[in-house]
Nanobody
């Protein structure tokens, strides 16, 4: 099993920045990719970003069109941690953000990664 713990959410004004962190523990050697999804009130959960790597080599990163150029995903292999740097935040970015991990690929069409974190609230005020 893999456990994921997110942190870094909060309240920020439009145009502000936040950095989310997701620390993985347990059978981390089984992880091929990690990513971020979000769910706004009354909406379905949606893909935000994903990254896959091995050691120092990053295989790929993906971003939803709505966050390209504003969000950056990165990882610290030694800490088994993935980050989501969110800049130029907009009210429509308000959602619960979930970290996810899988032993296979996580791509924009992915809906059910194997492991989920508990979620962290991001609220962007106008």
């Amino acid at each position: 099993q893999v456990q994921l713990v997110e942190s870094g959410g909060g309240l920020v004004q439009t145009g502000g920045s936040l950095r989310l962190s997701c620390a993985a523990s347990g059978r981390t050697f089984s992880i091929y990719a990690m990513g971020w999804f979000r769910q706004a009130p009354g909406k379905e959960r949606e893909f935000v970003s994903a990254i896959s790597w091995s050691g120092r080599y990053t295989y790929y990163t993906y971003y939803a069109d709505s966050v390209k150029g504003r969000f950056t995903i990165s990882r610290d292999t030694a800490k088994n941690t993935v980050y989501l740097q969110m800049n130029s935040l907009k009210p429509e970015d308000t959602a619960v953000y979930y970290c996810a991990a899988d032993g296979g690929r996580i791509v924009p069409s992915t809906r059910n990664p194997a492991y989920w974190g508990q979620g962290t609230q991001v609220t962007v005020s106008s």
